[in-house]
Structure formats: C-alpha cells, structure tokens
Nanobody
Framework: QVQLVESGGGLVQAGGSLRLSCAASGRTFIDYAVGWFRQVPGKEREFVAGISWTGSATYYADSVKGRFVISTDNVRDTVFLQMDSLKPEDTAVYYC?????????????WGQGTQVTVSS
C-alpha cells in the first residue's frame, strides 16, 4: 500500500503562485507515474498534470499549460506542482495519485488532498 501526502495548499490572490508537494510515505516514486488532479464540489475530478513512470515525459491539461509545471526532485521521493499566474477558477482541492509502471489507465493510490483557494 502506498500512502500519498499532499502539502502546500493555501489561500493566494489571483496572479500569485503556490507550490504543491506530494510525498509517498516510506518510498520513492521510482517506477511510478504520478498525476495531479483537482476537484470542485459538485463537479467531477479533473486531470491537471502528470509525469510518466520513467520520469521522462510530462502532461498537462489545456487549462493549465504554460502556468503549471510538474516536476520531481533528484531522488524522486517528492513530486511538485508549481502553479503560477493562478486564477480564481483554479480554486479546488488538489490530489496527487500514482500508479506503478504504467502511463495509462486508472491511478491506484490517492492522497487526501490539499485545498487551494485563489481570491479575485
């Protein structure tokens, strides 16, 4: 069982930045694809950004391209989501998720989420 813990959420004004972190308890993300998702109450959870299990490729939703960057540290024990030029519509609970050695299909492990609120 992989436990994921997100951190770094908070309240920020429009145009500001936040950096979210996702850590896997007791292990690294080596051989795991990691994705960031977000959800607003009453709406479906949506994909935001992802990094392939090899770490060689990244993917972004059109709504965040050019503003958000997903990355990992050198030892791949933390995955970051740098969010710049934030907009009120980015307000949501952000979740990280991972799956082992696959860049397709459902994610197997999920964190509890961290709230991001962007004020106008």
């Amino acid at each position: 069982q992989v436990q994921l813990v997100e951190s770094g959420g908070g309240l920020v004004q429009a145009g500001g930045s936040l950096r979210l972190s996702c850590a896997a308890s007791g292990r690294t993300f080596i051989d795991y694809a990691v994705g960031w998702f977000r959800q607003v109450p009453g709406k479906e959870r949506e994909f935001v950004a992802g990094i392939s299990w090899t770490g060689s490729a990244t993917y972004y939703a059109d709504s965040v391209k050019g503003r958000f960057v997903i990355s990992t540290d050198n030892v791949r024990d933390t995955v970051f989501l740098q969010m710049d030029s934030l907009k009120p519509e980015d307000t949501a609970v952000y979740y990280c998720a991972s799956r082992w050695r696959s860049d397709y299909g459902t994610y197997d492990y999920w964190g509890q989420g961290t709230q991001v609120t962007v004020s106008s």
